[in-house]
């Protein structure tokens, strides 16, 4: 068998060139190119992939932070356990009271705690009667803080009657009180 090469003309072969060139640019891209745009295709998932787990690891971090703010924020009073004696629970409490009055630039006339401890189940309560004496936006900026403390006081229940006929400073009666968690059984 011979083969006899085809003749062509000029315009003929100038399309038989274009096509074997387009042929082989669609090979090369096929073989060649493909496997590098699978590749880039792959890298950018694996992108957002980090980008979603850095966002989740950002938002846990400020979470930490905050839990870790709270828990700074209260460990006085997480500190208050059955281990310590009620003489330091009421003389904390006094003074986180005097802190706080003081503070909110209130006289405290009379600061006394109540005998009777209340036992309620887990936890014992401790009140104290106060008297105080301010002007009316500092009594009840001592109120916001002293429900703001550390110790997390509570005001029970108060009255704020006006100490002269002027009504510049006010006389405020409040029974405060505390409750501290208890870690072991009395009874053991």
């Not at 068998?1 to 090369?28: D, E, S, W």
């Not at 096929?30 to 690891?57: D, P, S």
Request: proline share 2%; net charge positive.
């Amino acid at each position: 068998m011979n083969f006899k090469p085809i003749q062509l003309k000029k315009g003929q072969k100038t399309i038989v060139y274009a096509v074997a060139a387009v042929l082989g640019i669609f090979l090369i891209e096929r073989f060649f190119f493909a496997g590098l745009r699978e590749k880039i295709k792959g890298l950018n998932q694996q992108i957002k992939l980090e980008e979603t787990n850095l966002k989740i690891g950002m938002s846990m971090r400020k979470q930490k932070d905050k839990i870790s703010n709270e828990n700074s924020r209260y460990k006085t009073y997480l500190e208050i356990t059955d281990s310590t004696s009620e003489r330091e629970i009421i003389t904390r409490f006094l003074k986180e009271v005097e802190k706080v009055a003081d503070d909110s630039g209130i006289s405290v006339i009379n600061l006394s705690p109540e005998n009777q401890i209340d036992k309620l189940k887990n936890c014992k309560k401790y009140n104290a009667d106060l008297r105080a004496e301010g002007p009316e936006d500092k009594i009840f900026n001592f109120l916001n803080k002293i429900q703001a403390s550390n110790l997390l006081v509570e005001v029970d229940k108060f009255s704020i009657v006006s100490k002269d006929e002027q009504a510049d400073s006010l006389r405020l009666e409040t029974t405060i009180s505390i409750v501290v968690p208890q870690l072991k059984d009395e009874n053991s």
